[in-house]
Structures are given as C-alpha cells and as structure tokens.
C-alpha cells in the first residue's frame, strides 16, 4: 500500500481495526494486546498501523459510553443482540466520529456503512446506517442549533 492515499490508509486501517475488534468480541479471554500481537501486520505502512491501533484501543476505552449512547437510543435493540460485525462498525464510527472526532460524523458513518458492506449480513449496511442516523440526530451531538446533524443527513439520505 505504498502509494495509497490517506483515504484509502484510513479505510485500510478501519478495516484491521473492525477485524480486531470482531476477534476480541468473540474471544473475550483474549487480551487487547494478545490480538494486536497475533494480527498478521506484515505489508502494512507504519501510519495505517498506527491508525488501527489507535481505533481499536480507543474503542475499547470507549466501549462502556459508546454501550451507554446505544442503549439510550435505540430501543428494541440490545448491542449483545445485533451482529458482531455491525456492533463493531458502530463502536468504531462513534468512537472516532463523535467522541474522539478524528473524522467528520458524515465520514465515519460513510466508513461504518462501508465495513458492513464489505464484512457484515445483506442487511448490516442499512441497520448499521439506521442506526447512526438515529443516534446522529440527537440533539446531545449536534448542539443546539443542530450544527453536523445536516451534513451527516445528507450523507446518510444519499447512501
């Protein structure tokens, strides 16, 4: 990935990073550390690495606040319930759009809908875009005068 550019470094690490994230949802005896060890990094660049690792320790330092912010939102819907692949998007959209705010909201939900398309169910793309529509939406992220609400809508309406 040499002459890849940010975006596509960027995509590449999210994706090692919902990779990551996945693997210790599933094996919850399995350290942060131990899965970042076994991860295959070879022919990986240095910064799309380091992103990776970025996301999914912030992510799992986040994880009970991003639980917090889904379980206030959707209803009829427990994280323990949905996908594992989709869980993961979400956790990872929100921990680096709205709480860490690396990226826009609109990119990590563009991204989190892109993950899903790539690893998760035929309907994972629309339930994990549903989903972050909704929560976007709240006025506790978009401020009061709803700024970043209506570009993340428009986002969103074109997907």
Not at 37 to 60: H, T
Not at 106 to 117: H, Y
Request: aromatic fraction near 6%.
């Amino acid at each position: 990935m040499g002459r890849a550019t940010v975006p596509q470094r960027r995509r590449r690490a999210r994706e090692i990073a919902l990779q990551l994230m996945y693997e210790l949802d599933l094996r919850p005896n399995l350290t942060l550390g131990e899965a970042m060890e076994m991860f295959p990094w070879e022919g990986e660049g240095e910064d799309v690495v380091q992103y990776a690792k970025f996301l999914v320790n912030a992510s799992s330092r986040h994880a009970e606040t991003v639980d917090d912010i889904l379980r206030e939102r959707i209803v009829g819907w427990r994280t323990e319930r949905m996908v594992a692949v989709d869980r993961a998007s979400i956790r990872l959209a929100l921990t680096e759009g709205l709480i860490e705010r690396k990226v826009p909201i609109a990119v990590a939900i563009s991204e989190a809908v892109e993950l899903t398309k790539m690893f998760g169910t035929s309907e994972s793309s629309r339930f994990v875009n549903g989903v972050l529509g909704r929560i976007v939406r709240s006025a506790d992220f978009c401020g009061e005068d709803g700024a970043g609400a209506e570009e993340a809508s428009e986002k969103l309406e074109a997907q």
